[in-house]
């Protein structure tokens, strides 16, 4: 018989902690079925965050050294510079990538590091109970808004993709969604673009996942998926927002 | 006076939107996350007339402070662990630059690993950053010392940031009884906040200089001696907030040491639990007292002196380690500010309470009972963790 569907083996099998309906745990499988199917478990070393996905290490079952917040994309830089022959990724939520740890980000791809940054927005800082991040939406209620963000006080979402783009060192960068299954299945295909980009040593690659994070944006888990269509499409629209990979010969 | 049960954050908050704060500027980070929420909320109701700036960092929060503080805004900020080791550099430059930054330190653990729980390993960091720095044990004084912080640095001889340390969870997130204080005895206790060198064109000031090393060492000379002399003021406010409040602050407390032969010492929330051992190792006979440090920095030399001159032992007990150096930072400084006198109690050192652990009451006796047995063999040059599995 044909086997159409197993858990992936560089996924640990360890109950994921994560809320009914949030979507790190779907990423973290899809990174997973990557890995696998690229073969990569052997050579891949993790960067987690604090955030969330603070215990990522309980799951990826591949090397894995914290960061300090934000400082995700440093310390892939050093990993990779010093053990080129790994696949090195960061896994990093949105406080951690586009607030604190912004200026390494913006760096590490400006230099086109060789990494992978799955950066995972869910428009909130999810560990600290929902406050406001630089990606909330205008309008937004989050514990530290508790109106709804005020564009004239604390600014428009701020984009990373686009702006990330506009640096000479990135060369792939997709904003998929893990909020149906169609938008899973891309969302798989981006990451294993991502990677590949990697191994042919192209630049910086990032992957920016849109993920509903139900718990603090009080909602159940299908508003949730609704409410990233609905949205957070409409600000941060899906697709691939930076690929020069063609013009790029791997080495 | 109103008695009412809160959690110790928001008493924090109220204590800040009590005083008028201007500006709150922050980034969020367990377990201090409660106090800036509810001031973010405060300010959206409009309850409390402030800007709230959600900066992207501490880094960044810090220095929004420096530069609110330093046109003349009254400041307030709070943070926790890797959040105030982010501070760091920005916390010099707030003291040096005599800037009465208000901050609420919620106290926890630092990385690796990684422990959101609370121990002193924070504060330790940062005990030469040259802010004034206390300790509450309760959440009455996390409330009173946040009010008496605003008097103390803002005082024009003083002018120094001032840092409340409040244990994480176990003041930041229980809920306790305290009492609140009207808010006109408030405002007759807390002046309306004037800087006097606030950056103003029409009366330039600079702030914060170059300093060649013809000026630098006069400049840390005067930064010091304006520090030590800040205790007068600290010592006033806190006389004229019992005059208010009926509730005294001592930069060194004592419980039960009259007659006491042996002293224990803590700092912040295990004090309380501390004072439980002692009770109970008195119903067994033992003439043992507690010595509680509440004003860290500038540190109270003549009264710690004072405190502990008939004591034959002083057990210390830290909540932080100073890797590779004298284990207990609390009992390194203690045995350098007894060293000098005449006649001294042999200073015993142990560590505990790391990542957030519990020390019971039990633990706290054992402890005791053990420090007077090393006394007594006059094992002093070594320290103890306690608690430890596996050893
Ligand atoms: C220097 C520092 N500041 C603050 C924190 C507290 N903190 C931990 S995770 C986090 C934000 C998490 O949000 P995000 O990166 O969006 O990830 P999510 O939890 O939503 O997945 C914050 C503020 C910290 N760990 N270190």
Same mark, same amino acid.
Request: glycine share 8%; aromatic share 8%.
């Given at each position: 018989?044909?086997?159409?569907?197993?858990?992936?083996?560089?996924?640990?099998?360890? !109950?994921?902690?994560? /809320?009914?309906? /949030?979507?790190?745990?779907?990423?973290?499988?899809?990174? /997973?079925?990557?890995?696998?199917?690229?073969?990569?478990?052997?050579?891949?070393?993790?960067?987690?965050?604090?955030?969330?996905?603070?215990?990522?290490?309980?799951?990826?079952?591949?090397?894995? *050294?914290?960061?300090?917040?934000?400082?995700?994309? =440093?310390?892939a830089t050093g990993a990779k510079r010093a053990f !080129?022959?790994?696949?090195?990724?960061?896994?990093?939520?949105?406080?951690?990538?586009?607030?604190?740890?912004?200026?390494?980000?913006?760096?590490?791809?400006?230099?086109?590091?060789?990494?992978?940054?799955?950066?995972?927005?869910?428009?909130?800082?999810?560990?600290?109970?929902?406050?406001? *991040?630089?990606?909330?939406?205008?309008?937004?209620?989050?514990?530290?808004?508790?109106?709804?963000?005020?564009?004239?006080?604390?600014?428009?979402?701020?984009?990373?993709?686009?702006?990330?783009?506009?640096?000479?060192?990135?060369?792939?960068?997709?904003?998929? =969604?893990?909020?149906? !299954?169609?938008?899973?299945?891309? =969302?798989?295909?981006?990451?294993?673009?991502?990677?590949?980009?990697?191994?042919?040593?192209?630049?910086?690659?990032?992957?920016?996942?849109?993920? !509903?994070?139900?718990?603090?944006?009080?909602?159940?888990?299908?508003?949730?998926?609704?409410?990233?269509?609905?949205?957070?499409?409409?600000?941060?629209?899906?697709?691939?927002?930076?690929?020069?990979?063609?013009?790029?010969?791997?080495? | 006076?109103?008695?009412?049960?809160?959690?110790?954050?928001?008493?924090?908050?109220?204590?800040?939107?009590?005083?008028?704060?201007?500006?709150? %500027?922050?980034?969020?980070?367990?377990?201090?996350?409660?106090?800036?929420?509810?001031?973010?909320?405060?300010?959206?109701?409009?309850?409390?007339?402030?800007?709230?700036?959600?900066?992207?960092?501490?880094? &960044?929060?810090?220095?929004?402070?420096?530069? &609110?503080?330093?046109?003349?805004? #009254?400041? $307030?900020? %709070?943070?926790?662990?890797?959040?105030?080791?982010?501070?760091?550099?920005?916390?010099?430059?707030?003291?040096?630059?005599?800037?009465?930054?208000?901050?609420?330190?919620?106290?926890?653990?630092?990385?690796?690993?990684?422990?959101?729980?609370?121990?002193?390993?924070?504060?330790?960091?940062?005990?030469?950053?040259?802010?004034?720095?206390?300790?509450?044990?309760?959440?009455?004084?996390?409330? @009173?010392?946040?009010?008496?912080?605003?008097?103390?640095?803002?005082?024009?001889?003083?002018?120094?940031? +001032?840092?409340?340390? +409040? @244990?994480?969870?176990?003041?930041?997130?229980?809920?306790?009884?305290?009492?609140?204080?009207?808010?006109?005895?408030?405002?007759? $206790?807390?002046?309306?906040?004037?800087?006097?060198?606030?950056?103003?064109?029409?009366?330039?000031?600079?702030?914060? %200089?170059?300093?060649?090393?013809?000026?630098?060492?006069?400049?840390?000379?005067?930064?010091?001696?304006?520090?030590? &002399?800040?205790?007068?003021?600290?010592?006033?406010?806190?006389?004229?907030?019992?005059?208010?409040?009926?509730?005294?602050?001592?930069?060194?407390?004592?419980?039960?040491?009259? @007659?006491?032969?042996?002293?224990?010492?803590?700092?912040?929330?295990?004090?309380?639990?501390?004072?439980?051992?002692?009770?109970?190792?008195?119903?067994?006979?033992?003439?043992?007292?507690?010595?509680?440090?509440?004003?860290?920095?500038?540190?109270? $030399?003549?009264?710690? #002196?004072?405190?502990?001159?008939?004591?034959?032992?002083?057990?210390?007990?830290?909540?932080?380690?100073?890797?590779?150096?004298?284990?207990?930072?609390?009992?390194?400084?203690?045995?350098?500010?007894?060293?000098?006198?005449?006649? #001294?109690?042999?200073?015993?050192? $142990?560590?505990?309470?790391?990542?957030? #652990?519990?020390?019971?009451v039990q633990a706290f006796e054992k402890l005791i009972?053990?420090?007077?047995?090393?006394?007594?063999?006059?094992?002093?040059?070594?320290?103890?963790?306690?608690? +430890?599995?596996?050893?």
């Open positions: 018989m044909k086997k159409v569907y197993a858990y992936p083996k560089s996924l640990k099998r360890a !109950p994921f902690h994560y /809320c009914p309906g /949030c979507g790190h745990s779907i990423v973290h499988r899809l990174v /997973c079925e990557v890995i696998d199917e690229m073969n990569l478990q052997d050579k891949t070393i993790g960067i987690p965050p604090p955030g969330c996905s603070v215990f990522a290490y309980n799951y990826f079952d591949v090397d894995m *050294a914290e960061s300090a917040h934000g400082r995700g994309a =440093a310390v !080129p022959d790994a696949i090195v990724f960061t896994y990093q939520g949105d406080g951690d990538l586009a607030a604190i740890g912004t200026a390494e980000t913006i760096h590490a791809a400006n230099r086109g590091e060789q990494i992978t940054t799955i950066f995972v927005n869910n428009a909130v800082y999810g560990m600290t109970g929902g406050q406001m *991040a630089p990606t909330t939406l205008v309008g937004q209620k989050t514990t530290t808004t508790p109106y709804g963000r005020d564009e004239s006080l604390d600014g428009a979402p701020i984009k990373m993709s686009e702006i990330l783009a506009l640096v000479k060192g990135t060369v792939y960068i997709e904003r998929v =969604a893990v909020n149906s !299954p169609d938008n899973i299945r891309k =969302a798989k295909k981006a990451i294993r673009k991502a990677f590949q980009t990697q191994i042919y040593k192209l630049g910086f690659s990032m992957v920016e996942i849109l993920s !509903p994070c139900p718990t603090n944006w009080k909602m159940s888990p299908i508003e949730s998926w609704q409410w990233v269509d609905r949205e957070m499409t409409k600000v941060f629209p899906l697709g691939v927002i930076k690929d020069t990979t063609e013009k790029k010969d791997a080495d | 006076m109103k008695r009412i049960g809160m959690e110790g954050s928001l008493a924090i908050a109220e204590a800040a939107k009590a005083a008028h704060v201007d500006v709150v %500027a922050a980034y969020p980070i367990t377990p201090q996350t409660h106090i800036v929420e509810k001031l973010a909320e405060l300010v959206a109701t409009g309850e409390l007339k402030a800007d709230y700036i959600p900066v992207e960092s501490e880094h &960044s929060a810090m220095s929004a402070c420096l530069g &609110s503080c330093a046109v003349g805004a #009254r400041t $307030f900020t %709070a943070t926790a662990g890797q959040g105030l080791e982010l501070m760091h550099e920005v916390l010099y430059v707030a003291s040096s630059m005599r800037l009465p930054i208000i901050m609420v330190v919620v106290n926890r653990s630092l990385s690796a690993p990684l422990s959101v729980w609370g121990d002193h390993s924070d504060v330790m960091a940062v005990r030469d950053c040259g802010w004034i720095q206390m300790f509450a044990e309760n959440v009455q004084q996390a409330y @009173d010392l946040t009010l008496c912080a605003f008097k103390i640095g803002e005082d024009h001889s003083v002018l120094f940031p +001032v840092m409340v340390h +409040v @244990d994480g969870f176990h003041l930041s997130h229980v809920i306790e009884p305290y009492f609140v204080l009207n808010q006109e005895d408030i405002d007759g $206790f807390i002046p309306p906040y004037r800087y006097p060198y606030a950056l103003n064109p029409a009366k330039p000031v600079t702030l914060g %200089a170059f300093g060649p090393p013809n000026v630098y060492t006069e400049a840390k000379k005067a930064q010091e001696v304006a520090l030590l &002399s800040t205790k007068k003021v600290i010592l006033n406010t806190w006389t004229q907030f019992k005059k208010l409040s009926g509730r005294s602050y001592n930069p060194v407390e004592v419980y039960k040491t009259d @007659d006491a032969d042996v002293a224990l010492m803590t700092m912040g929330s295990f004090s309380e639990t501390a004072m439980l051992a002692i009770d109970s190792l008195r119903s067994q006979g033992l003439k043992v007292g507690l010595v509680r440090l509440r004003l860290w920095r500038p540190f109270p $030399f003549d009264e710690l #002196r004072a405190a502990v001159s008939n004591l034959s032992t002083l057990i210390v007990f830290d909540r932080a380690i100073s890797s590779g150096g004298p284990p207990g930072p609390v009992a390194s400084e203690i045995r350098s500010a007894l060293y000098p006198m005449k006649t #001294r109690p042999k200073v015993v050192s $142990f560590i505990g309470g790391l990542g957030g #652990r519990d020390v019971t009972k053990k420090g007077i047995e090393k006394a007594k063999a006059d094992q002093l040059t070594d320290y103890e963790m306690i608690e +430890v599995r596996g050893q």
